[in-house]
Structures are given as structure tokens and as C-alpha cells.
């Protein structure tokens, strides 16, 4: 059994590992607060962006449009966003393994990195990251994202890259985070099946067809690139709200693991006390036999 | 008149939400004016002066770019960048007036001349809200 010193020197360091993880878990709290109201307040713009968009791709359905079909180039761009900072449990390696197991392959890509910690993993599997934008995730900016939108976009139309994708993490709620992998270009039409209801349902949403000033491929042409913006924009802003979640439920149970570890040290270090005076009495009686 | 629904959305805030009786704004086809029961239509914004009239008076905003959707029944615009005449420094956008002018009368072959039209035209939208 472990002497009662070396007991007491690891209770107490696990104590004040304790003391960190439960700061740590505070000020990821206050951080998710703030994140959560951002993710809120801005999902108005993205819902109706996405209507906007999703409408007048089912009403463009025949238009040829650069935006509507795969470059030439084989390359991929994906916009990899994760956390400068770790320590937030599953959030950063399940984002890296979407890109990693998933369908596409290593060679094609192109990473846009978010965040230094996809960077560098990334960067170390052999993966060739093109751009690295990681400190705009700490406080993100929509001129950030119009940024780096015009960026990729500018790859996208003189054929470095013929597809784009996001990877970023979706904040559901709370305690729910789903890492998500997203095609941002080409823009996939929307679905047919809705496409057609909207056509058969004799005007059931009493919609007059919608016109466009200037026409739609001019509109698209301005349109998209404000449309991928925003994608990237609320990428961050859910990537930036589930990441202080992820690192808010880590340190919750980081916490709670070292209250465990403390409650058991607590028991052992009280059985080598009790054991110590135990074994001094018997030396004491013993010694005061052997006189008598 | 009948007023209608004006939404102005930016990427972080519901900027304005009101009943209105005519909202006018710069579209990259000219300027329009919208009254209920407009035909649907979707534009593209262009930098300038949005003037918004309600029952009792006008209000301005600079409103840089977006698109707006109009429906017969209310008016969404989608802004990436609007401001009330409260929210512009005078004295920045004055600044970026003149920088832009400068760029764009000493043109040397690497301005990048859309960018400074833009940041122009920007710059003088926030000036006219303030007039």
C-alpha cells in the first residue's frame, strides 16, 4: 500500500486539477451563454436566406450556371472549422474524423483551415491545408466570412477547385452537437419532390411566381456568393456555441471524475492512517511486554 | 393605406420589423419604391439611402448591400451591411470617401477600380443618411 504521503501528494494534486476543470467549466458556461443568444439572433437570416435561395433554385432548375455544376478541376475545397484551443472533449476529432473517413479522398483536397487544431492534425495526416484563417473563430465576424468566401469563390471560378465543402459543427442544444458535412458548390437544387408539389399544389402556399430584377442567372450570379457567406458565417457561429458546449459537458464530467478519484483517495489515505496507529500500538504493547 | 410588414434581417440582429407604408431603396436596377401589393419579386441591393415611411414620418438607413424579397403582403430584405444614421462615425466615412476618390482619379493599373467604386458608393450612402 501506498504510504500515507504519497496519498496525500496525489489527492492534492488531483484537487487542484479539480479547481481548473471546474473554472474552466464556468467561463465555457458564461462563453456558451453568449454563443447560444449569437446562434439564435442570426438563424432568422439563414432560414430565410435558405428559402430565398432554395425557391429560386426550384424555379431555375433549367439554368446552366457556373454555380449549378462542378468545375473541371478534381481538386475539393473543404472550409475545415474546429477550435484553436482543445480540451473540449470529442468536438475537434470528430469534426477531423468526418474529413478523414469519409468519402473523400486525401489527395483531392484542399483544406480551408478554421481553427488551429483541425489545422495541425490535419496538417500532420498529410492533408494539404491551402489557408489557415484560425484566428477569426475566436471572435467570428461576418466580414470574416465574406473574406474567406471571396476567397474560395475566386478558386471555384477560375477552376483551381471544382467542388466546395464545409465541415463544421451544428449546435441542436445544449448537450447536442452534431458534426456536419456540407456540399456548398455546386448548389444542390433542391429537392425534386418538393419542386413538383410546389407546381401541382395549385398555388397551395397562394404564391404568385416570383420574379426576378435582374434576371435570375444575373441574381444567382450575386446571389450565391452571398448565399455560401452566409453558410460559412453560420458555420462558425454553431461551430463557436458547440464548441464552448463540448467543452462545457468535458469539464463537467473532468470534474466530477476527479470528485470520484479525490472520495476514493480520501478512503485509502484514512485505512493508512488507521493502519499506521494500528501497527504503533502493537509496537508500543509489545514493547511494554517485553519489559514487564 | 393598407401598411405592410417590413423585415430587415442582418447575419446577427433583426434590424427592423414594423408595419410600414412605403419603403424605397437602391436596387443594382435603379431605385425603387415599394407600396402594398407589389408583384413578387427578388432584387438585388445596391449601395444607397433606404427610406422607410410609417404613419407618423420617415426614417433613413444606409443600406450597403443584400437582396430584398418583395411579396405582395411584406417586404424581407436580407442585409448584409445596414446602419442607422446613429450608428455611422461621419468622420470615418468622409475619410473613406476621399480615399476612394483619390484611388480612383490616380488610377494606376493595379487599383482594383470595383472595389473602390464600391467602397465609394458605400461612403457616400452613409453621408447622405446624415444630411
Not at chain 1, 448548389?187 to 416570383?210: H, I, T, Y
Not at chain 2, 411584406?74 to 476618390?101: F, Q
Amino acid at each position: 500500500m501506498a504510504s500515507m504521503r504519497d496519498i496525500k501528494r496525489r489527492k492534492s494534486s488531483i484537487q487542484s486539477t479539480q479547481q481548473i476543470t471546474k473554472a474552466m467549466k464556468l467561463v465555457s458556461t458564461v462563453k456558451l451563454q453568449r454563443a447560444k443568444g449569437n446562434a439564435e439572433r442570426s438563424r432568422n437570416y439563414f432560414s430565410c436566406m435558405y428559402e430565398t435561395v432554395g425557391s429560386m433554385l426550384a424555379k431555375a432548375g433549367t439554368i446552366n450556371h457556373p454555380y449549378l455544376r462542378a468545375g473541371a478541376s478534381e481538386r475539393k475545397a473543404v472550409i475545415v472549422i474546429t477550435s484553436n484551443r482543445g480540451l473540449a472533449g470529442g468536438y475537434n476529432s470528430n469534426i477531423i474524423k468526418l474529413i478523414t473517413r469519409g468519402e473523400l479522398k486525401k489527395e483531392e483536397l484542399d483544406i480551408y483551415a478554421i481553427g488551429k487544431k483541425g489545422k495541425d492534425t490535419l496538417h500532420r495526416y498529410g492533408y494539404t491545408i491551402k489557408e489557415d484563417y484560425s484566428d477569426v473563430i475566436e471572435e467570428p465576424a461576418y466580414a470574416d466570412a465574406m473574406r474567406i468566401s471571396a476567397q474560395v469563390l475566386k478558386a471555384f471560378t477560375d477552376g483551381e477547385i471544382g467542388e466546395i465543402y464545409l465541415a463544421y459543427t451544428a449546435f441542436k442544444n445544449t448537450v447536442s452537437h452534431e458534426p456536419k458535412l456540407i456540399r456548398l458548390l455546386p448548389v444542390e437544387a433542391a429537392p425534386e419532390e418538393q419542386a413538383e408539389n410546389g407546381r401541382e399544389g395549385k398555388g397551395a402556399d397562394n404564391r404568385a411566381p416570383m420574379n426576378f430584377e435582374p434576371q435570375e442567372e444575373e441574381a444567382l450570379d450575386m446571389i450565391i456568393p452571398k448565399y455560401v457567406t452566409s453558410l460559412i458565417y453560420g458555420g462558425m457561429i454553431e461551430s463557436v456555441a458547440s464548441e464552448n458546449g463540448a467543452r462545457m459537458q468535458a469539464m463537467d464530467s473532468a470534474t466530477s471524475n476527479a470528485e470520484e478519484m479525490i472520495g476514493s483517495l480520501e478512503l485509502q489515505y484514512n485505512r493508512a492512517r488507521q493502519g499506521s496507529i494500528t501497527q504503533e500500538l502493537t509496537e508500543i504493547i509489545a514493547g511494554a511486554e517485553a519489559i514487564s | 393605406m393598407e401598411p405592410f410588414t417590413l423585415r430587415i434581417i442582418t447575419p446577427d440582429r433583426v434590424f427592423f420589423e414594423e408595419p410600414v407604408e412605403m419603403v424605397e431603396f437602391n436596387t443594382t436596377e435603379g431605385e425603387i419604391g415599394i407600396y402594398p401589393n407589389h408583384v413578387p419579386t427578388t432584387v438585388i441591393v445596391a449601395p444607397g439611402v433606404l427610406t422607410i415611411t410609417q404613419e407618423d414620418g420617415q426614417r433613413e438607413a444606409a443600406l450597403h448591400s443584400g437582396f430584398a424579397e418583395i411579396l405582395q403582403d411584406g417586404v424581407t430584405i436580407l442585409a448584409e451591411i445596414i446602419e442607422w444614421p446613429e450608428e455611422i462615425d461621419k468622420e470615418r466615412a468622409e475619410a473613406a470617401r476621399e480615399r476612394a476618390e483619390g484611388r480612383l482619379t490616380s488610377r494606376t493599373p493595379e487599383t482594383d477600380v470595383a472595389r473602390a467604386e464600391t467602397a465609394l458608393h458605400r461612403a457616400m450612402a452613409r453621408i447622405e443618411v446624415l444630411k
